[in-house]
């Protein structure tokens, strides 16, 4: 069965630091670009970062830039993202998404076609 599960999702104050994780069961992460995406109510879905396989390289928004880190372990089938210096504004739901598609990640970050996770939700407030 193929599943990818987000966990490591809370609360936090603004400031602080949260670390998503992002593991597949099912298939092999590897093979796949990663991509994180968050919801905040009532706003469309954005991506945040993204990391291609192989190489593992990397693309963030604009807006995450110099505080969230995404990175991967093929070993653990997992994918993680290290968020600090959080904001409100960072408050949402946060996804992860596999793409084997043979495309640019900044694309995979615009819009990701494949398997999703259910979500983990980050909230900060103080």
């Known amino acids: 069965q193929v599943q990818l599960v987000e966990s490591g999702g809370g609360l936090v104050q603004p400031g602080g630091s949260l670390r998503l994780s992002c593991a597949a069961s099912?298939?092999?992460?590897?093979?796949?670009?990663i991509g994180w995406f968050r919801q905040a109510p009532g706003k469309d879905r954005e991506g945040v970062s993204c990391?291609?396989?192989?190489?593992?390289?990397?693309y963030y928004a604009d807006s995450v830039k110099g505080r969230f880190t995404i990175s991967r372990d093929n070993a653990k089938n997992t994918v993680y993202l290290q968020m600090n210096s959080l904001k409100p504004e960072d408050t949402a739901v946060y996804y992860c998404?596999?793409?084997?598609?043979?495309?640019?990640?900044?694309?995979?970050?615009?819009?990701?076609?494949?398997?999703w996770g259910q979500g983990t939700q980050v909230t900060v407030s103080s």
């Open positions: 998404a596999a793409d084997a598609r043979p495309v640019t990640i900044a694309s995979i970050c615009r819009a990701s076609e494949g398997y």
């Open positions: 099912g298939f092999t992460l590897g093979y796949y670009a």
């Open positions: 990391i291609s396989r192989g190489v593992g390289s990397t």
